[in-house]
């Protein structure tokens, strides 16, 4: 089972490692990591390089894409390099996923057009362009495409992909493996959840960067 | 604020990342990753590696560090060079954390003697011979030493920091800006909630491993 994980710069690592330490864990995973060139990608920050195994072109046909978002997702829009490969992949794949503003990536590669799908929630938006629905829903499934909304949903999305290919009692191993029991201190992980004026705070720093 | 994660072999990557994910959104964070030499370091599978800026000895006294566990984590026990060092930053450190089985290296280091601390839910044993009493919680402080159980668990730990760090708002505002609103398809996170079945599963996997 080949997985491909797609890098860019300054994707948001979580994204990405969420979703593999669950899909590694399944029966015969192959895991390859690509990117434009094999050798380290920078993340959102520049503070951490995750290592490409190879180029985009050298598996044109993985079993499963996962692909991140990040900072970097609207930069990486217009890359067609990237796009094309996400754009083909998808025409053979068995399932096609995407965490955060990765969904963005498989928007602008065509194939969310009439569908519902999810991202971070400062960008559900986006999608529209792309002629997707935006759900505010944590993981999204049409079909063989799933979306997955901000950063850490992408291990929820993993343990949902899991139990579609190889059934519940395996993903809730891989659950139980990595101890997946979520106990976060507050209670604050979705706009509708957090205080108001935390809302405001992260919606103030998203745009200063922006 | 100097935050170091030290790498070593056959490290789980999110037990790495999901703290990462959390301290480096904190105002003032540099993070370093160390290992015996800088470049690649492969993760527990070898599907993955990350890459190391620097040796151990380069950031001799961070303020922070973040100890992985991963299944290379008892063979590192008999790494002077990472023991020592975790040894020898604990002095100086505001705060000295780990994640899963990083927790035995902390007790290599000498550092958990007499102390409360958790680790991966198949390690908690392993705790007793360095002196240290094993919990099943969550996430464990003493002190300056925060130890937090299975991978997926460094997350939660990273924001209990944050908000030590930080304080609270900050801490909502980085749980909202990863969007820590987990959902899990199954409720099989720990062994008291997964069924006995899935938990003879796991250990007799973990089993054959070893």
Redesign the interface.
Known sequence: MKIAIPLYDRF???DA??P??VV?RLPG???T?LAAEPG?VGTD?G?????ADAAFEDLPDPDILIVPGGIGTYDALDDERLVGWIRRAHETSQWTTSV?TGSLLLGAAGVLDGLDATS??LDLEALERFGARPTGR??VQQGKIITA?????G??MG??LA?KIAG??I???I????????????D????E???P???E??RG?AAART
């Open positions: 948001t690592t979580l490692v969420g593999y330490e590694q995973a192959e895991i990591w380290p920050t503070q951490l390089h995750l290592h955060c971070h929630w944590r993981v909304a901000g950063v850490s949903s291990i929820d343990l949902v139990a519940p009692e993903a809730q191993a659950q139980l493996g990595i101890e997946y029991d979520p106990e976060p201190p507050f604050a992980g979705s706009p959840k957090a205080p004026e935390i809302v705070l992260v720093l």
